[in-house]
C-alpha cells in the first residue's frame, strides 16, 4: 500500500485521468462529485465519456476498490492527505473564468478540514485565472476550516496538461510537472508524492509561486491555440497561390528546431472544452488588469472564422446550397473523443441549415452527443459509407483513422456528386485531386 492516500473533488475528464493515473500505480483514491447519477456510474464501472483504456482501467480500479466515488466530501478528506481539485471552470458569457463551482468546493473543502486534526494537501488542478488560489480559494478553505494555511493545512496549484483521446499516456508521462506553492512545506509534500508517483520516470519539476503556475497553463494553451491560427493564416493566404500548400508550407517551417511542427495542422481550427474557453479567459483577465491582449484577440478572431472555410469553399464548387444533400464525416471536436464541446462541426451544420441544405453526419462515437444537439434536424448515418450516400458534396470535419482509409472510389461510388473538402488535409491532393472535384483548406489551386 502506498503512503499516500488521495482525493480528487470532481470526475470530469482531468478527475478521473488524476483519480485512474494514480490507481494504475496501486494508490487507493477516494473521488466526490456531486452529480449521483454520474456516481452510480462511476461506481458500477462505467465510463461516462469516451476515451481510450479509461474503460478498462475503471473497471479495474472498481473491481479491486482502488476507486470509489462519493457525492460528500467528509471521508474524502478525512480518509487521506492530499486531495486535488479537479472541478470544472467554464466561462460567463462575457468570456470571464466562472469560479462558482470551484469556490463552493473550497468551502466544502475548508467545512471537512474542520474536523481533520492532521496536515492535509490542497492542490489545485482546475484552470484558473491567476491570483484565484491564493486570494480566492486559500481564504475559502481558512474561513471555513477554522485553520491556517501554513501551519495547518497546506496549498499548492499544479496544473494539468493532458489531451483528451490521449489522457491516460499524458498523464503517465507529462513533459514537466509545475508545482505552484503557497509555502515550501506545501511544495515539498507534492513533489515527494509525485516523485513516488514517477520514480525514475519523474519529469522536470518546476516549483512556483501560486500565481506564475496559473499563469503557465493559460501562456500553454494560448500559445498552443495561437501555433493553430497561425498556420490557419498561413493556410489562407495558401489558397490564393496557385501551386501553395500549407501542409507542405508547415512541414518546411516545422523543421526548424525552434518552431517545430507540433500543432502546425492547419484545418477548421481549434475546438474542445479548453483552447476556447481559456483564450477567453485569459483576454478577460488580462482586460481587467487593464492590458490590451490584440495578440490574443486576433487568434479568437482567426479561430471564430476558420469553420465557415468549409462552406466557402463547398460553395465554390456547388453554387447553390439551398436543397442539396451535405455529407459531413466527423462532429466531435478531435478524434479518439465524443466530446462535442465548441466543436467546429456546430457552427458549420448551424449555417448549412441556414442556407437551406440537407446535412446528413458521421462519427464513430460522437454522434449521441450530436443528437442532443441538433435532434432531428439532420440525418444520423451509422457508417461514413452510408452517409456518403447521394450526397452532392462531403466534408471531412474531424481526421479519425477510419476516414483517412477512404478512397477515391468510396467518394465516386456512393455520392451523387463527388465533391469533397478535406477540412483537416487528411488526403492527398494529388490523389483525390484526379478523380474527385476536390478542395482543401490551405491548397492553393
Ligand atoms: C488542450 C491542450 O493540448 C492540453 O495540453 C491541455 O491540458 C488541455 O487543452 C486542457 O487545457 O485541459 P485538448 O483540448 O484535449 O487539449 O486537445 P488538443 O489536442 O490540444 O486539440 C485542441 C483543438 O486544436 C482540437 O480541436 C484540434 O483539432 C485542434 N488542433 C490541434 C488543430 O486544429 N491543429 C493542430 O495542429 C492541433
Redesign the pocket.
Known amino acids: 500500500m502506498k503512503p499516500h492516500k488521495i482525493s480528487v473533488i470532481g470526475t470530469g ?2 478527475g478521473l485521468s488524476t483519480a485512474l493515473g494514480f490507481t494504475t500505480k496501486d494508490y487507493s483514491v477516494i473521488a466526490v462529485d456531486t452529480d449521483k447519477e454520474k456516481i452510480e456510474k462511476i461506481n458500477k464501472g462505467l465510463l461516462p465519456f469516451h476515451e481510450p483504456h479509461f474503460q478498462e482501467l475503471l473497471e479495474k480500479a472498481i473491481k479491486t476498490g482502488k476507486l470509489s466515488c462519493v457525492s460528500t466530501f467528509e471521508k474524502a478528506i478525512s480518509d487521506t492527505d492530499i486531495t486535488f481539485v479537479t472541478v470544472g471552470t467554464p466561462s460567463q458569457p462575457d468570456g470571464n473564468i466562472d469560479l462558482q463551482h470551484i469556490e463552493k468546493a473550497a468551502c466544502k473543502i475548508g467545512k471537512a478540514l474542520q474536523k481533520k486534526g492532521t496536515y492535509h494537501l490542497v492542490v489545485i488542478k482546475s ?1 484558473v485565472t491567476p491570483t484565484t488560489t491564493e486570494t480566492s480559494l486559500k481564504h475559502l478553505i481558512e474561513k471555513h476550516s477554522g485553520k491556517l494555511c501554513g501551519p495547518n493545512f497546506g496549498l499548492c496549484m499544479s496544473p ?6 490521449s489522457a491516460l499516456s ?1 498523464v503517465l508521462h507529462p513533459d514537466r510537472i509545475i508545482i505552484g506553492e503557497f509555502d515550501k512545506k506545501s511544495g515539498d509534500t507534492l513533489e515527494e508524492l509525485l516523485k513516488e508517483f514517477y520514480n525514475k520516470n519523474t519529469p522536470p519539476i518546476i516549483r512556483t509561486s501560486l500565481s506564475t503556475a496559473e499563469l503557465i ?1 493559460y501562456a ?2 494560448a500559445f ?2 495561437t ?2 491560427s497561425f ?2 493564416t498561413i493556410a489562407n493566404i495558401c489558397e490564393k497561390i496557385s501551386g501553395a500548400d500549407v501542409a507542405l508550407v508547415a512541414k518546411g517551417v516545422g523543421l526548424d528546431k525552434r518552431i517545430s511542427p ?14 476556447p474557453k ?1 483564450i477567453k479567459a485569459l483576454i478577460a483577465c488580462s482586460k481587467t488588469l487593464g492590458y490590451e491582449p490584440e495578440l490574443l484577440e486576433s487568434v479568437e478572431n482567426v479561430n471564430k472564422i476558420q469553420p465557415l472555410k468549409a462552406i466557402e469553399l463547398c460553395k465554390d464548387l456547388l453554387t447553390n446550397l439551398k436543397g442539396s444533400h451535405i455529407a459531413l464525416l466527423g462532429l466531435a ?2 478524434p479518439h ?1 465524443d466530446d462535442m464541446r465548441e ?2 462541426s456546430i457552427p458549420i451544420i448551424n449555417q448549412l441549415l441556414k442556407e437551406g441544405a440537407n446535412v446528413t453526419v458521421y462519427d464513430p462515437v460522437a454522434i449521441p452527443n450530436a443528437k442532443s444537439i441538433f435532434k432531428d434536424k439532420i440525418k444520423y448515418a451509422a457508417s461514413a459509407i452510408q452517409c456518403l450516400k447521394k450526397a452532392d458534396c462531403c466534408i471531412l470535419i ?2 479519425w483513422d477510419e476516414f483517412k482509409k477512404l478512397k477515391p472510389e468510396d467518394f465516386t461510388k456512393n455520392m451523387k456528386k463527388p465533391i469533397l473538402i478535406d477540412g ?1 488535409r487528411i488526403y492527398n491532393p494529388n490523389e483525390f485531386g484526379k478523380k474527385l472535384l476536390f478542395k482543401a483548406i490551405g491548397l492553393g489551386q
Not at 507540433?262 to 483552447?275: K, Q
Request: neutral net charge.
Open positions: 475528464y482531468v484552470t494539468e496538461f493532458l489531451r483528451e483521446g499524458d497553463k500553454s494553451n498552443l491555440a501555433k493553430i498556420i490557419n507540433l500543432f502546425l495542422n492547419a484545418g477548421l481550427g481549434y475546438g474542445g472544452s479548453c483552447f481559456d471536436f478531435k473523443t466543436a467546429v474531424t481526421e483537416r
